[in-house]
Nanobody
Framework: QLPLVESGGGLVQPGESLRLSCTAF????????VAWFRQGPGKARQGVSC????????RYVASVQGRFTASRDNAKNAVHLQMNDLRPEDQAVYFC?????????????????WGQGTQVTVST
């Protein structure tokens, strides 16, 4: 299990934005594919976005396409998820995960190291 820490969650109103960060400690995040998953109340964990180690391949689940943007910040050994136009259905705990096997996957079973998660609450 590689050390990953998510940050940037919080409480926002619908239509507002948040930027999540996934920071790696003790290893180079740029060597890994990084994915974001989320788990809402009473729901299964869902793949939201992934970005390949080079940043060339980026994928999004359809429900966030056009609103969320994943990016790499190699200087900070981090990956960010910019989330715009947040909706109540985006409310969840967001996790980042890494692997070195797949280029970019939204399948939970493809990832073997996970962070602890950060809560995103979207409410009026």
């Amino acid at each position: 299990q590689l050390p990953l820490v998510e940050s940037g969650g919080g409480l926002v109103q619908p239509g507002e934005s948040l930027r999540l960060s996934c920071t790696a400690f003790g290893f180079t995040l740029g060597d890994y594919t990084v994915a974001w998953f989320r788990q809402g109340p009473g729901k299964a964990r869902q793949g939201v976005s992934c970005i390949s180690s080079t940043g060339y391949y980026v994928r999004y689940v359809a429900s966030v396409q056009g609103r969320f943007t994943a990016s790499r910040d190699n200087a900070k050994n981090a990956v960010h998820l910019q989330m715009n136009d947040l909706r109540p259905e985006d409310q969840a705990v967001y996790f980042c995960a890494v692997n070195q096997v797949t280029i970019c996957s939204l399948l939970e079973d493809d990832y073997d190291s996970w962070g602890q998660g950060t809560q995103v609450t979207v409410s009026t």
